[in-house]
């Protein structure tokens, strides 16, 4: 599938000319768009469309609510820039501690990584239980992109159990209880990135999904459980 | 082992005649003390002291930082009170979400309970690697209560693994690397309490231990993931 590719205007200090694309296929009618495939989720579920585009394009931060704790969401490819580049944006990295440096720096991503997850993350939410059908064109667009669409294929990718659309309205104290997940929490790829319960999402913390399976064989040995045994 | 008992004076609010008592051994010299068995920890690791007492009495709340999000941290035994009784020491708890009064209503304790988890705790740290010894007769009080201190015998609540008393030191992002844990976070008794490590505290979550052990079980059965096989 050819994109159309055309570079988008931005009005935010972050982005540089031409790096915002229309991701609409190439030969397109109407205006060009940098999100079409979330364009039927906007109407009928706008909280998780904005949670995709969101979690695609932004650093996370929910956590940092402290005066060092630095800027809360950011633009992850903003974080491949340079201290001194930075500074001409306004973000002083001197001022925070190097924990968090290291935090904001390892959400760094490429904008073509960023738009990649987007397409993924809006292809798994339509393969939910009870997900809306999205519309023949947008279908197309994201099954030429990663295969078929079924409802209810999509899994949490810690505990892969199906997960339902309707967990995206479900909130425990202010926090969703399906939340984006990395594979490896230090890579932003539409291979790495997927859907997971929150409790999952916690549980794996910063761990790789390989070392969180690791780690709790490792607890279930120690702990003399039987892996096995039906409950 | 017979203690003291004499009744404290207290000059808390949340404070009733009557209930706090001295926990030095009947017929002891010197003044009463609530806490005579962290004597030493308060001096050569006052942090350990302070969190042991703090855990051990205080509710939890760190997570709730909102306005609505009621009292950060009141000691246990207020929450066995009625709503009614709770609005003369002047807390509202129709201020606060259900989700909030639950969490609350969950983390009360008996106040005998909450010293018997500060006395488990003294001891539990004491049997850390790298531990300071106790003074003999701190020593012979707390086995006198939970039996023999042998340094490097306390293990996570959760991993099984052997703490070290240094962890207490260490934090990440201002979080110590040690907890106060619960195998049923929502029992307060010395049997039930315990250190861990924060990461396997925050995966635990509000599961209980066993359940915890069994969801794991669950997710790596899921996974196909060989429990046994060696890394």
Redesign the interface.
């Known amino acids: 599938m050819e994109l159309c590719g055309k570079p988008l205007s931005s009005r935010s200090r972050f982005s540089k000319p031409g790096l915002h694309r229309c991701y609409k296929v190439r030969g397109h009618s109407g205006k060009c768009s940098e999100f079409p495939y979330l364009e039927h989720l906007t109407r009928v579920a706008p909280r998780v469309a904005r949670k995709i585009v969101r979690d695609s394009v932004m650093t996370t931060g929910a ?4 005066k060092d704790a630095g800027p809360n969401r950011i633009r992850r490819w903003v974080m491949l820039l340079s201290d001194e580049e930075l500074l001409k944006l306004g973000i002083d990295m001197t001022r925070f501690s190097a ?2 440096v290291a935090k904001l720096r390892e959400k760094a991503a490429q904008y073509t990584d960023c738009m990649q997850c987007a397409q993924k993350l809006t292809w798994l939410a339509y393969g939910m239980q009870n997900a809306p059908g999205p519309p023949d064109e947008i279908r197309e667009y994201l099954e030429g992109l990663f295969g078929g669409i079924q409802e209810g294929s999509t899994t949490c990718l ?4 199906p997960l339902d659309f309707n967990l995206f309205d479900k909130a ?3 926090k969703a209880e399906i939340e984006t997940s990395h594979r490896n929490p230090r890579v932003h790829t539409p291979e790495n990135i997927a859907f997971a319960h929150r ?2 999402n ?2 794996q ?1 910063n761990k790789t999904l390989d070392e969180f ?11 003399g ?1 039987d ?2 045994k039906k ?1």
């Open positions: 956590a940092w609510k402290s924990v968090i810690i505990c892969l159990a425990r104290r202010g409790d999952c916690i549980a913390g399976y690791e780690w709790t064989a490792r607890i279930l040995r120690k702990a459980y892996v096995h409950s």
